[in-house]
Each structure stands twice: as C-alpha cells, then as structure tokens.
C-alpha cells in the first residue's frame, strides 16, 4: 500500500520559520503532482502550494515570497519552507500527492493526516 505522512509542525512566533516535510512510501511506481493544503478552524481547506514533476510550482496568493515548496525525487518527498509566518498562517497543514503504485496503471491522490502550525502574536 501507498501512504504519506507529513512532520514539521509546531508552535512558532510570528516572523520565524518552519519546515515540513511530507514522504510518500510504499510500493510506489511514480509520484506525480505534490503539494501542500491548510486548514485552519472553521474554515474551507485550501491549496497553499503545489509543485510537478516538471517543477512548475504554484502558491496561493496569501503565501507567495515567504512560502518555497521542493520536492526530492529521489526520496519520494516534498518540502514546505515557510518563513515570514503570520498568525493567519496558523492551520493543519495536509500533504497530498498524486501517486501511480506498482499494481495499477492509474494514479490515486494521497492525503497526510496533516501537522499543525500556530503561529503566535
């Protein structure tokens, strides 16, 4: 089976940085799309950040110059750098990937369980 799990979170003042990572595993053919999703309480889950394979990357307005998402190919991660935080960046940050496994011709997307980040004031 195929599963993602995402480390990083904690509790950071505003200004300070963090970095989370997310590893896929298992029997894994190829990873396609990887990005990163929030959701902060009572709110809708959104995309923070997005990277392919052909290193397009994309982030939401709301992150754009502090945020840098990565990923490493060869160790079926993807990085979040986030520097700069701000209290409204305080969320359950989720991992998710675009995964093809070695017993399928298809790609399933893969969801973390998620690692919070509080940002405090």
């Known amino acids: 089976q195929v599963q993602v799990e995402e480390s990083g979170g904690g509790l950071v003042q505003a200004g300070g940085s963090l970095r989370l990572s997310c590893a896929a595993s298992?029997?894994?053919?190829?990873?396609?799309?990887m990005g990163w999703y929030r959701q902060a309480p009572g709110k809708q889950r959104e995309l923070v950040a997005m990277?392919?394979?052909?290193?397009?990357?994309n982030y939401a307005d709301s992150v754009k110059g502090r945020f840098t998402i990565s990923r490493d190919n060869a160790k079926n991660t993807v990085y979040l750098q986030m520097n700069s935080l701000k209290p409204e960046d305080t969320a359950v940050y989720y991992c998710?990937?675009?995964?093809?496994?070695?017993?399928?011709?298809?790609?399933?997307?893969?969801w973390g369980q998620g690692t919070p980040v509080t940002v405090s004031s």
């Open positions: 998710n990937a675009n995964i093809r496994n070695s017993s399928a011709n298809y790609f399933n997307n893969y």
């Open positions: 990277i392919l394979i052909g290193g397009y990357t």
């Open positions: 298992g029997s894994i053919l190829s990873i396609g799309r």
